[in-house]
C-alpha cells in the first residue's frame, strides 16, 4: 500500500506540476506584456515606420514641386495649361478624352 501510495503522490505532484507550467506558459504567451502582444506591437510599429517614410518622401515630392513652381514662369504655365486647362489669349483649348 504504501508503494501504491508514492506512485499516485508523485503521478498527482507530476501533473500539478504540468498544469501549472501551463498556467505559467500562458500567462507568459497572452498577458498584457506577453510575447503574442509584443509580436503584435512589433508588427504595428513596422507598419508605423513604413507610413512614416511614404509620409517624409511625399513630402521631399511637394517640396521639390513647390520650389520648380516658385519663380519660374514656364513651370507655372505648364501646370495651369495641363491641370487646370487655362490658355492664353486668343488660344482655344481641345480636351482629349482617354478610353
Request: hydrophobic residues 40%; without cysteine.
Amino acid at each position: 500500500m504504501n508503494l501504491l501510495a508514492k506512485k499516485v503522490f508523485k503521478s498527482r505532484r507530476q501533473a500539478l506540476v504540468v498544469i501549472g507550467g501551463a498556467f505559467v506558459m500562458a500567462f507568459v504567451l497572452f498577458n498584457n506584456r506577453g510575447v503574442v502582444a509584443r509580436i503584435r506591437l512589433e508588427v504595428e510599429r513596422r507598419e508605423t515606420i513604413e507610413k512614416v517614410r511614404e509620409a517624409e518622401k511625399e513630402t521631399k515630392r511637394l517640396q521639390s514641386y513647390l520650389k520648380a513652381l516658385d519663380g519660374d514662369r514656364k513651370t507655372i504655365e505648364k501646370v495651369a495649361r495641363e491641370k487646370y486647362g487655362m490658355a492664353r489669349e486668343g488660344e482655344t483649348v481641345y480636351k482629349v478624352k482617354k478610353d
